[in-house]
């Protein structure tokens, strides 16, 4: 499976928007970018996934940069309840890949 | 809808004991997950079903055993547990492999 590197911890203000990153030169043209992430003492929560184009729901938007080469993860307003460890993972949509390969992701502190 | 049920919630073995962590899914999903996660990691698959009657080894698949008799469930054994199965478990499923996955809250289990 091709790697992601994300940054190890951010942090943001309330109510202000977060850009989270996310690098992954090696991709193939059938990985799909998934975004998890994980609060504290709960199972991952699915958070959007896209293959080109940007992606937009009702968590958060997607912006896949034209080579595909790296991502970002938007939350539009951050509010308390967004601290999380935020993981980008790559999907083969072909059919081959059977499991999500999670990293370190990302430590996401909210500050009020 | 009630998604991925695990259980038990927190259990506590003794170096030895055998246990059956359980997951069910109300989905229909074909695509069930086991993982693991020590203290800040990240997850690792240890086996993963592409339905019923069919499983796999993922990552760290030693100690432990699976099973898939129905599209529903995916108990996964410990046979003789150890101090280093100390961990918390998550299960997971997803209709097609590529497509987001749903993962229950986890069991917490120490072994003493």
């Known amino acids: 499976d091709a790697k992601t590197t994300q940054p190890n911890s951010m942090e943001s203000n309330e109510e202000e928007p977060v850009h989270l990153p996310c690098n992954h030169s090696?991709?193939?043209?059938?990985?799909?970018i998934h975004w998890y992430r994980q609060l504290p003492s709960q199972g991952p929560e699915y958070v959007i996934h896209?293959?080109?184009s940007n992606v937009n729901n009702r968590m958060a938007s997607l912006a896949i940069a034209e080579d595909r080469k790296s991502s970002t993860l938007i939350l539009h307003r951050a509010t308390l309840r967004d601290a999380a460890v935020y993981y980008c993972?790559?999907?083969?949509?072909?059919?081959?890949?059977?499991?999500?390969?999670f990293g370190s992701g990302t430590q996401l502190t909210v500050l009020p | 809808n009630a998604g991925v049920t695990q259980t038990p919630k927190f259990r506590i073995l003794k170096i030895g004991q055998s246990m059956t962590l359980q997951c069910t899914q109300d989905?229909?999903?074909?695509?069930m997950y086991w993982y693991r996660q020590d203290p800040g990691m990240g997850l690792k698959l240890i086996y993963y079903?592409?339905?019923?009657?069919?499983?796999d080894k993922g990552e760290v698949p030693n100690g432990y055993n699976v099973s898939r008799s129905t599209t529903e469930d995916f108990p996964l054994r410990l046979e003789l547990a150890a101090p280093s199965q100390t961990s918390v478990y998550f299960c997971?499923?997803?209709?097609?492999?590529?497509?987001?996955?749903?993962f229950g809250q986890g069991t917490r289990l120490t072994v003493v």
């Open positions: 896209g293959l080109t």
């Open positions: 993972i790559l999907r083969d949509g072909s059919g081959s890949a059977r499991q999500l390969t």
């Open positions: 090696t991709i193939s043209g059938t990985d799909y």
């Open positions: 079903s592409v339905g019923a009657g069919i499983t």
């Open positions: 989905m229909n999903h074909n695509y």
């Open positions: 997971a499923s997803s209709y097609e492999g590529w497509w987001e996955s749903f």
